[in-house]
């Protein structure tokens, strides 16, 4: 008996085919190489961005180091200076992705809290965010820190005004009194942005997702 087979027609793929065809599933193995290239890619542009804000507040103290010496600056030269100085300590021991402000960790913490479970590292950087562990330098600096951005602002102003006043000119330089707060206001505000970004919250709340369906 004669054995029927079936031929199918060979044909050219098109375009339609193409479109139809969705991008290939990626398996966990795949996903956690992933997530943790993109952590450590996230890492070492943090750790980047504080060397540069380190040496930018570090910098900041060269101008005050004339004005230290000059009797009616002498004191806001050495406030400012303590600012910057408190500056880079704060960017040099805390992770680049905590500004010391409570109320901002807590607004980047809260905004990963319905994220996935995350590593062990992850949970460490959350509890340092709310609090747990840090000591009491790590708690107050930046709040005193602000406070001393505020006095300096303040008394800079009074000063300029005075020595205006007196016939006896500015005295002080453009800026003299602003930039302490601005070095701190542009730490504190690229320490919350970086605190934002956590591919490992972001991807890893898709992965779980893939899994439950």
Known sequence: MATARLRKTFKYPT????ENE?????DEEEQNHLIQTMQQENATRNAQYSTLLLTISLLSTLP??????????T?????????????AYLIHILPPH???LQYLDNLNRNTSSTSAPRSLASRKSALLQAG????PVEKYLPLLNCGLCVVLVGLGGVV????EGSG?????WWGFEWLPAGVWGVTVLAKWVMGGVDPEGELGSLRYELKGA
């Not at 747990?132 to 000591?135: F, N, Q, S």
């Not at 300029?160 to 020595?163: F, N, P, T, Y």
């Not at 006896?168 to 002080?172: I, P």
């Open 15 to 18: 375009d339609t085919d193409s």
């Open 64 to 73: 005050y180091i004339r004005t230290l010496f000059t009797p009616h600056t």
């Open 22 to 26: 969705g991008p290939e599933a990626m």
């Open 75 to 87: 004191l806001l030269s050495l406030l400012s200076i303590t600012s910057l100085l408190s500056t």
């Open 98 to 100: 905590i500004t010391g």
């Open 160 to 163: 300029g005004r005075k020595l």
């Open 168 to 172: 006896s000119g500015r005295g002080l």
């Open 132 to 135: 747990v562990g840090g000591g």
